[in-house]
């Protein structure tokens, strides 16, 4: 499957473009299927219908664990470091993680969950988690993970448009010196969700909980049914390569989250591919991403593309700035890291500490670096290659989305020259294109627009659950026949891509995906709230941050204790994470006559830039611009 030069890499674009279902079908047959396809690819965009290796019949564990068993049982396929650094590290061999995974499975069965069932898991960053994950897919129940720094709402929200009957979570849990007591987060979110029968709970932190009789479980005291009945091995379920494998939630610029649709055989040829090609992970590498496992990012390129491979995966619980900033430096000289993965923000943070934290670490283990979340600007790219890769390790900075699946535009390590702040080209499989407004295809190079793919891979997207029609129109008809990614990208004279950044009303704050509608309702339930707008703003560390315009007219005692209030009321309604950065407080918001809020004049506000607002003649009141101004932020 490794691709091993740039004219080796040509020629595999070449024929993924030419021969796209030979293409596939070569990688496929690379993985392990009880049986193989009646048909390799079916589509349309206009529906749109995607249907890859259809009527094959695999299950992903089998390729994540049982397959490795023979000739690498006793390699480590996990690695966990604590987010306390003087507590103990745990070491999952492959053969270990098979036995926990089938164990496991076997509780989610005695707990009456069965193939097709949705079950959501809302836990830290602890082996079980991969564990749980994999244990669904064992069983052929869908996955449903839900980030730990989301509120009870939030998660009601999709245990609810899932109607998950399961949910697994643990006590608690800890990033940094914060706790998370993640099961009273659970309760919350529960008291409006009826179709949770079985609440599975792993001890963790030992934080005080309550278990409600007939409906939470301790995962502890499963296992040793489990073991009382002396179940070692749980028979994989037999899975069509296009048998759903798990939601993820993601943001977009309307409405609540929909629910991603990935499915079995597809993704995994993917995430599989991907992993191997963009890091040439070859055996014996330890690989540490540092993404976390309730993200797409954690769910191919922690769990499912490393354990296809057969890679040594760490997993890390803290957080990169606690006890200090040299955190993720430790761990590379703890494991002997190879291959380091991590977002810009992270990179620009840990760079704003200068080189101190770097003393005394050995990161000489390392040889390639990998980014993702957000455009990776020059100057965290140079420092990146300099300080931890000793301009000896590739940066692999990969474009993709959660409705990817993976890679999609990335650089494949030591065989695509690099240029600093691009993506590079496509992997072979994917055919970008640039529109224009009108949704006219840019030829040529040198030329900027939206960015759109126009053939599918085998990763893509399926369906947005419960709801094809918002797939359709959320991502196939804007453009006709093709996918909108909602980036907007440059292709420069040389054919590389460099993403620009997003042209929708989706907001990227330290590479987490988050709707400004979304924020905005938040905003808005806050009881002295009459409307509010959103926009991004240019970040040093986060890339964006969040600018909330807030029409409050019996606002009258301390702003600070108001914005407070706001703040904590978008953290009880979303998560932490969509807090706004800056609130300001404005009279009245700029609407066009038909009552549309300008957001491109609320942008260049934010982003301090009011010498130029353009044509502001067709607002109803051209006057509150003025006000806006001049309490700008
Ligand atoms: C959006 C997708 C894919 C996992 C992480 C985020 C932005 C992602 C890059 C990159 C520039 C990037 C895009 C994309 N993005 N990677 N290497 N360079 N921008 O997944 O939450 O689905 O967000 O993140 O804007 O559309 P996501």
Redesign the pocket.
């Known amino acids: 499957m490794k691709i091993k030069s740039f004219p080796e890499y040509e020629q595999a674009y070449k024929k993924s473009v030419e021969q796209p279902e030979q293409f596939w079908k070569e990688i496929a047959d690379n993985f392990l299927w009880r049986k193989k396809w009646d048909k390799i690819l079916s589509w349309n965009f206009t529906e749109p219908k995607i249907e890859w290796f259809k009527g094959a019949k695999l299950n992903i564990t089998e390729n994540c664990l049982d397959r490795h068993l023979e000739t690498m049982g006793d390699k480590p396929a996990i690695i966990w470091e604590p987010n306390d650094p003087t507590e103990d590290h745990r070491v999952l061999t492959y053969k270990q993680l098979y036995d926990k995974v089938c164990q496991f499975a076997n509780v989610l069965k005695n707990n009456g969950a069965k193939k097709g069932d949705r079950i959501c898991i809302y836990m830290p960053m602890v082996p079980e988690l991969a564990i749980a994950v994999l244990a669904c897919a064992r069983l052929g129940a869908i996955h449903s993970v839900v980030f730990g720094g989301f509120s009870a709402q939030s998660i009601a929200d999709r245990i609810l448009d899932a109607e998950c009957n399961i949910v697994i979570t643990t006590d608690g849990g800890v990033r940094g010196d914060k706790k998370i007591p993640m099961k009273t987060v659970i309760d919350d979110a529960l008291v409006r969700c009826p179709s949770v029968q079985k609440v599975i709970v792993l001890t963790h932190t030992r934080t005080p909980v309550s278990m409600i009789k007939g409906r939470d479980v301790w995962w502890e005291d499963e296992i040793k049914k489990i073991e009382t009945q002396g179940k070692k091995e749980f028979i994989a379920e037999e899975m069509d390569a296009e048998d759903m494998l798990f939601i993820l939630y ?2 977009g610029s309307t409405g609540k989250p929909k629910g ?1 649709v990935h499915t079995c055989g597809g993704y995994m040829v993917y995430a599989g591919y991907t992993f191997t090609n963009a890091f040439q992970y070859e055996p014996g590498e330890v690989y540490f991403c540092t ?1 976390d496992i309730g ?3 954690g769910h ?1 390129y922690i769990v499912y593309g490393p354990l296809s491979q057969g890679a040594t995966t760490v997993m890390f619980e803290g957080v990169p700035t606690w006890p200090d900033a040299g955190r993720f430096w430790d761990i590379v000289d703890k494991y002997k890291v190879n291959i380091f993965y991590t ?2 923000t992270a990179i620009r943070s840990l760079m704003s500490f200068g080189d101190e934290p770097l003393n005394g670490k050995d990161l000489s283990s390392l040889t390639k670096l990998g ?6 600007n020059e100057e965290a790219w140079h420092w990146f290659d300099e300080r931890i890769g000793k301009k000896k390790c590739p940066i692999v ?8 699946g993976g890679f999609m ?2 650089p494949i390590a030591n065989v695509t020259p690099l240029k600093p702040g691009y ?1 590079t080209l496509p992997l072979p499989g994917v055919q970008p294109v640039l529109v224009d407004e009108k949704g006219e295809e840019i030829q040529g190079n040198g030329v900027s627009g939206n960015l759109c793919i126009k053939f599918p891979w085998p990763g893509m997207l399926r369906t947005t659950y419960g709801d094809h029609e918002r797939c359709r129109t959320t991502y196939f008809a804007t453009y006709k026949d093709l996918y909108f ?3 907007g990208c440059l292709r420069d004279e040389d054919g590389y891509y460099r ?1 620009t ?2 042209v929708d009303d ?1 907001l ?1 704050v330290s ?3 988050i709707g400004t509608a979304e924020v905005e309702n938040a905003i808005n339930m806050h009881s002295s709230v009459v409307e509010s707008a959103v926009v991004g703003y240019p970040h040093d560390i986060k890339g964006q941050g969040v600018y909330a315009f807030v029409v409050c007219p019996n606002q009258h005692g301390d702003p600070e204790l108001a914005r407070k209030d706001i703040m904590m009321t978008v953290s009880r309604i979303i998560g932490a994470i969509a807090k706004p950065d800056k609130i300001q407080f404005v009279t009245g918001l700029p609407k066009t006559r038909s009552g549309k809020i300008m957001r491109r004049i609320l942008r260049k506000i934010a982003e301090g830039d009011t010498s130029n607002l353009g044509d502001i003649s067709t607002l109803l009141d051209p006057g509150v611009v003025e006000d806006i101004k001049a309490g700008a932020l």
């Open positions: 993601t943001s991603v993404a993200w797409i990012t191919s977002a810009p980014s993702v979340g957000e455009p990776l900075d990969t474009w993709w989305q959660t409705e990817t535009i990335s993506a990614t909602g980036d993403i950044g997003r989706v990227n590479g987490h995906r």
